[in-house]
C-alpha cells in the first residue's frame, strides 16, 4: 500500500498559514491602492519621473534576453520543424509562441527580476531609515506619492516593454532562420504577420498589464512593510521578487482560462 | 475645590507664558506591550523641555503619536487650538508645518541631493512658492547650519555629524515653532554631539522655538534642557531641573545620574 507522506505535508501546514495571511495583506493593500489611486493630490511629475526609470531602466536587459530568447528558440525549434517537412513555418511558429506566450512571460519575469527588487529595496531601505515618515509630516501622503506612482509606472511600461522585447525577439529570430536558410526580412515579417490574428496580440497585451501591476504592488507591499534593519531591506527585496514572478504565472494561468472561455484561443 | 485649583494655576501659568502644546492621559500599546501609559506633559512657550529615558521606554512612540506618525489609543493631545489625535489630514498638515520633526535617523531621501531635500517639505507644504523664494530659504537654512557648501552634494557623501546638520536645516526650513528632537546626538562623537546641542541652543535663542527633546545623553540633557521629564514605565515618573533631579534620591531617577 502506498501511503501519504503525513508527516511532510503536516510541516508545510505553518507556511501555508504565512501564505494566507500575506496573500490577505497584499489583497488589502491592493484595495488601498485602488482607493486612492484616483484621488487628489495627483503626483504626475513623480509619476512620469518613475515611468522614465521604471520603463528606460529595464530596457537594455530586456532587449538582451529577447533578442537571446528568440535566437535561441529558432535554433532549438528547426530541427523538429525539419522532421515534420514544415521548416517553412519556422518564423510562423516562433511568431505565435513569442506573442502569445513567451514573451509577455519572459519580459515580465525580467521585470520582476529588475523593477521588483529594485522597488522592493529602494521603499524598504526609505522605510527603515525614517524617510517615509519624514515624508509624511512634510505634507506628502507617502503611499500616494511613492506607491501608487510606481504601481501606475509600472503597469504603464511592462506592456510597452513586452511589445518592444517581442519585436526585438522576432529579429533575433529572423537572424536565427538565416542562421541555415535564406529568408528575406520582408518575408519573415509577412509570415509572422499572415500567422497571426487580433486574438492573439489582445490577450497578450492584456495580461501585460497585469503583470505591471502584479509585479509594481509586490514590490511596493514588501518594501512598505519591511523590517526594522538592513537585514529586512534585503529581505523586501528578494521576497518581491519571488512572490511576484508566482504572482505572474498564476496571473498566467488565469489569463488562458479567461481567453478559452471568451473563445480567443 | 479641585476646579479652584486648576483655575488657580492656569492664571499662575498664564502669567508667565502660554502652553503650546498639552498632553494628557495617552496610552499607546502595542498588542500586549503597554509603551505609554496615562502619560501627562504640558510646553509652556520658548521651554526646552528633555524627555529622559532609557532605550525602548517610548520615546519615539511618543513624539510619534504628537505628530501624529501613530495613533494613540486614547488620550489627548492639544496643540496650535486642536487636539491632534481627532483632526482631519487637511488640517494636520497645516500644523505639521508648524511643527519641526528631527529623526533619529536624519531620515535625509537618499535620493535626492542636499538642495532637494531641503526644497522637499518647503514645495510640499507651501505650495504656491517661487523657485526664488526657494533658493533664498535653502541658503538661508544651510548657512544657520554651516554647510552652504555642500548644496550639491548627496547625502550618502556626508560625515554623519554633517548628516545631522542637514536634517536639522531641513527641520527649521519652514521656521517652525516646536520641534521635536528624536535622540539628536545619539549614534555621534562627543565632540560632534557638543556641536549639534550648541546648535540647537543657538536655533533656539534665534527663532525662539520650543523644544521638545528625547534623549539619554546626559550632556545632552544637562546643556540644552530648562526642563526634564523621567519616562519610566509609560508615564511621567518625575520632572524638574536638571539639578533638582540630579540631587533626587529616588533609586528610579538615580541610576541616569551616575
Ligand atoms: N510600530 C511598532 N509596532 C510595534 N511595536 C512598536 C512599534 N514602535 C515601537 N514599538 C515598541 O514600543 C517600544 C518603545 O519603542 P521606542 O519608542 O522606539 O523606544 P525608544 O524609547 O528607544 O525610542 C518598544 O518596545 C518597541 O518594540
Ligand atoms: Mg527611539
Redesign the pocket.
Known amino acids: 500500500m502506498y501511503k501519504l507522506p503525513y508527516k511532510m505535508i503536516a510541516s508545510y501546514l505553518p507556511s501555508l498559514n504565512i501564505f494566507l495571511k500575506e496573500a490577505g495583506e497584499i489583497a488589502r493593500f491592493t484595495g488601498r491602492f485602488f482607493t486612492q489611486w484616483f484621488k487628489p493630490r495627483y503626483e504626475i511629475a513623480e509619476l512620469l519621473r518613475q515611468c522614465f526609470v521604471i520603463g528606460y531602466r529595464s530596457l537594455p536587459l530586456v532587449g538582451l534576453t529577447a533578442f537571446i530568447l528568440g535566437l535561441v528558440l529558432t535554433i532549438q525549434l528547426r530541427p523538429s520543424m525539419e522532421d515534420y517537412g514544415v521548416a517553412s513555418q519556422l518564423p510562423a511558429i516562433v511568431g505565435i509562441a513569442i506573442i502569445r506566450e513567451i514573451g509577455p512571460v519572459i519580459v515580465a519575469l525580467i521585470f520582476a527580476g529588475k523593477i521588483g527588487s529594485s522597488i522592493g529595496a529602494e521603499l524598504g531601505s526609505m522605510k527603515v531609515t525614517e524617510q517615509i515618515d519624514a515624508m509624511e509630516v512634510s505634507g506628502t501622503n507617502p503611499f500616494k506619492y511613492l506607491v501608487v506612482t510606481r504601481v501606475l509606472a509600472a503597469t504603464l511600461m511592462l506592456p510597452v516593454l513586452v511589445l518592444l522585447g517581442d519585436a526585438v525577439s522576432l529579429y533575433g529570430s529572423w537572424l536565427g532562420v538565416n542562421i541555415r536558410g535564406n529568408t528575406s526580412f520582408y518575408l519573415f515579417w509577412t509570415q509572422v504577420f499572415n500567422s497571426i490574428t487580433f486574438s492573439d496580440v489582445l490577450p497578450a497585451f492584456i495580461k501585460s498589464y497585469f503583470f505591471g501591476f502584479a509585479v509594481g504592488v509586490v514590490g511596493c507591499y514588501k518594501g512598505f512593510n519591511s523590517n526594522k534593519g538592513t537585514e529586512g531591506v534585503g529581505r523586501s527585496a528578494n521576497s518581491a521578487v519571488v512572490v511576484s514572478s508566482v504572482m505572474i504565472f498564476l496571473i498566467d494561468l488565469l489569463a488562458v482560462q479567461v481567453t478559452d472561455v471568451l473563445g480567443l484561443n | 475645590m479641585p476646579k479652584n485649583f486648576s483655575l488657580n494655576s492656569n492664571n499662575d501659568k498664564a502669567e508667565s507664558s502660554e502652553t503650546v502644546l498639552s498632553i494628557e492621559h495617552l496610552y499607546k500599546s ?2 500586549a ?1 503597554k ?1 505609554l501609559v496615562d502619560f501627562n506633559l504640558d510646553l509652556v512657550r520658548g521651554e526646552n523641555v528633555v524627555v529622559l ?10 513624539i ?1 503619536c504628537i505628530i501624529s506618525l ?1 495613533n494613540p489609543d486614547s488620550g489627548s493631545i492639544r496643540m496650535f487650538g486642536s487636539n491632534i489625535p481627532d483632526i482631519k489630514n487637511d488640517v494636520l498638515d497645516k500644523i505639521r508645518a508648524k511643527v519641526g520633526f528631527l529623526f ?1 535617523s536624519n531620515a535625509l531621501y537618499d535620493s535626492m541631493t542636499v538642495r532637494e531635500n531641503l526644497e522637499f517639505p518647503l514645495r510640499r507644504h507651501w505650495i504656491s512658492v517661487t523657485q526664488r523664494q526657494v533658493n533664498a530659504m535653502v541658503q538661508e537654512a544651510l548657512e544657520e547650519v554651516g554647510l552652504a557648501h555642500t548644496i550639491d552634494s548627496m547625502p550618502a557623501e556626508l560625515s554623519g555629524g554633517m548628516r545631522k546638520r542637514i536634517a536639522l536645516a531641513r527641520t527649521l526650513i519652514l521656521k517652525p515653532e516646536i520641534i521635536l528632537y ?2 539628536p546626538t545619539t549614534g555621534l562623537d562627543p565632540i560632534t554631539a557638543k556641536e549639534i546641542i550648541n546648535l540647537m541652543i543657538e536655533i533656539r535663542e534665534r527663532y525662539t522655538t520650543t523644544s521638545l527633546i ?1 534623549s539619554h545623553d546626559m550632556n545632552c540633557v544637562r546643556m540644552a534642557s530648562s526642563r526634564v521629564v523621567m ?1 519610566i514605565d509609560g508615564s511621567c515618573y518625575a520632572s524638574g531641573s536638571f539639578d533638582q533631579l540630579a540631587n533626587n534620591a529616588d533609586p528610579k531617577v538615580k541610576q541616569f545620574f551616575e
Open positions: 502595542f498588542g506591550n509603551v529615558g532609557k532605550s525602548g521606554s517610548g520615546k519615539s512612540v511618543l510619534k501613530l533619529q528624536d535622540e528625547i519616562l
